[in-house]
């Protein structure tokens, strides 16, 4: 019975090996290297193009290295399975492509944590430094433990200067920051004591003037101990590679269709029944952000660059209602279901639609003005107009009459004269867009940055312009503004290696041309029909795919 169990336990072993070991080896569909990638065409729209993966850099290796070690692989798996309802929760199902450069394989199966094959750039940089220190600040259903040791951090008394609280004398402190006179690097002190600074070559100076009440008061910190907090090079490294993830397949989630809401005409329940609800949503998913106030002080605003949204304001960037005017419930609940790119606030398409509605109401009454005013009526955005090249020449021209460059710079890198020196309505520093790598706060549609033109960005340095210029201006610019990111990668804004031919086929102006991954072009056949995503070949041991 013995030589039996033994026999039958190495056939199910030299059986596994051979099945997801050698037959994989031998199939050629496994040695592809190149993945349908979405790209935006210099008329706006989104393409589809074969593209070879591209291979992780040194500080994405070392973040690589430290996944591994960490064991972050065990419990997160990295491929969107092709059964229902997973592309719908994570995004376009996995190609072999992507994982050219990943070896071995860190795959898992446990999915006791999120996939995250498509995890790259759902959130800002700034969101997984907070993640990392406390996982539940942010994501409260999560099991992850901390992973603190990944961080450098410094005990400093808080001392008086020129009737100011100032950092206090500590050798820890010197031994993280470069203390070089400039720049200097604020620090916004979180209710709990915890001050955080992703950058260290510099002069760390307490900010306290920008923080809601009490926290703006000097006595408030009186006699305080701050705990200074800044990245390692491994924990840099991590959300490198984190941010890595899933971007070979380029700006899908321009177009993943669970977050492509539009705008959105409702009116939304405002009874006590749906604030109870919202409130029980906010403090669950909410508040580790946005502050038990709603004042935009939560546990992980310290980490948060740009801040969480200060809701006692009423005041909102994102809206279809003209400057000044609050947003309607269609604004709010886009907001919300599609998330802010470029920032931490993510996606919520996956919160029940009844959470949604429940936490806009709730979210309400924060502000004294949903009770003394009423939005007004949103502005009409009629259809775009046709993308011609003459029209992107003009926008181009608009662009340099409006002087947009002198905070987004000429190339649109969001590096303009004037950058450093923006601050919005609460003093905080505010980062201009960068036009290059697609990630628009407002929706990577034209209509979305049509709309950021009319209506401008409430609470910040970026004005109104339905004023100032026509109704055909905005329209140019607004295509002018998205061509920066044309045929660029959105996680570097670096150029693709596409070749003139290929980027004159893919501007080809039809949405249905190469407007899916099935339907992507392959720059190398020669002819126009699409290259099919499984392909049938004479392998080493037969027909494989």
């Given amino acids: 019975m013995k030589t039996y169990a033994l026999g039958a336990g190495f056939f199910c072993i030299s059986l596994a090996i051979f099945v997801q070991g050698l037959l994989p080896i031998a199939i050629p569909e496994s040695r592809e290297t190149r993945t349908t990638r979405a790209v ?45 309802g997973e592309d719908q929760r994570w995004g376009p199902v996995a190609e072999v492509g ?10 898992s199966t446990r999915r006791i944590g999120p996939d995250l094959s498509r995890v790259g750039l759902k959130f800002a940089d700034h969101w997984h430094l907070a993640h990392h220190w406390e996982p539940r600040t942010l994501v409260p259903d999560s099991v992850m433990p901390e992973f603190r040791w990944l961080y450098r951090t410094a005990r400093v008394p808080l001392v008086e200067r020129d009737g100011a609280p100032a950092l206090g004398e500590a050798p820890a402190l010197k031994a993280l920051f470069s203390f070089k006179p400039a720049p200097t690097i604020p620090l916004y002190p979180s209710p709990e004591g915890l001050a955080f600074a992703a950058v260290t070559d ?19 910190w009186k006699g305080k101990t701050l705990t200074v907090i800044v990245p390692s090079e491994e924990l840099r490294g991590l959300v490198a590679y984190t941010q890595k993830l899933g971007t070979n397949r380029g700006a899908w989630r321009d177009v993943f269709e669970p977050q492509a809401i539009s705008v959105s005409v409702m009116t939304l329940p405002n009874t006590a029944q749906q604030v109870a609800r919202g409130k029980a949503v906010y403090e669950r998913r909410c508040v580790g952000c946005h502050g038990a106030q709603g004042d935009g002080n939560g546990p992980a605003a310290t980490f948060l660059d740009p801040r969480p ?132 706060k407002g929706g990577g549609e034209v ?99």
């Fill in 309 to 440: 949204r200060n809701f006692t304001l009423g005041s909102f960037k994102f809206r279809t209602t003209p400057s000044g005017s609050l947003p309607t419930d269609g604004d709010l609940y886009r907001t919300l279901t599609r998330g802010v790119r470029w920032t931490a606030m993510p996606t919520w398409h996956e919160l029940p639609e009844k959470d949604r509605i429940a936490v806009i109401a709730y979210i309400k009454t924060f502000s004294s003005r949903w009770k003394d005013e009423k939005p007004e009526p949103p502005i009409p955005i009629g259809d775009p107009p046709k993308p011609t090249r003459e029209l992107l020449a003009r926008g181009k021209a608009l662009y340099a009459q409006a002087k947009c460059a002198q905070c987004h710079g000429e190339d649109g890198k969001g590096d303009g004269p004037s950058a450093g020196e923006l601050r919005d309505d609460l003093k905080f520093p505010v980062r201009p867009a960068d036009f290059t790598r697609g990630q628009f």
């Fill in 447 to 545: 209509t979305d940055i049509y709309r950021t033109m009319t209506t401008g960005l409430d609470g910040t340095p970026m004005p109104s312009f339905a004023d100032s210029m026509k109704d055909d201006e905005r329209w140019a610019i607004s295509y002018h503004v998205l061509s920066f990111s044309a045929f660029n990668d959105p996680l570097t804004g670096q150029k693709l290696k596409l070749d003139a031919a290929t980027r004159a086929r893919l501007n080809t102006p039809d949405g249905a041309t190469y407007g899916a991954a099935r339907l992507a072009l392959d720059p190398d056949a020669t002819t126009n029909e699409p290259k099919p995503l499984v392909r049938f070949h004479k392998g080493i041991l037969g027909e494989g795919r």
């Fill in 202 to 220: 510099g002069t760390p100076v307490i900010e306290i003037d920008s923080l809601p009440e009490p926290y703006d008061k000097p006595e408030t």
């Fill in 98 to 107: 992507e994982y050219a450069y990943d070896w071995p394989h860190l795959l």
């Fill in 40 to 84: 935006r065409n210099e008329l706006g729209e989104i393409k589809w193009v074969w593209y070879e993966a591209t291979p992780y850099s040194p500080l994405e290796q070392l973040g690589r290295g430290v996944y591994q070690r960490e064991g972050c692989w065990y419990c997160h798996s990295q491929f969107v399975r092709p059964v229902a």
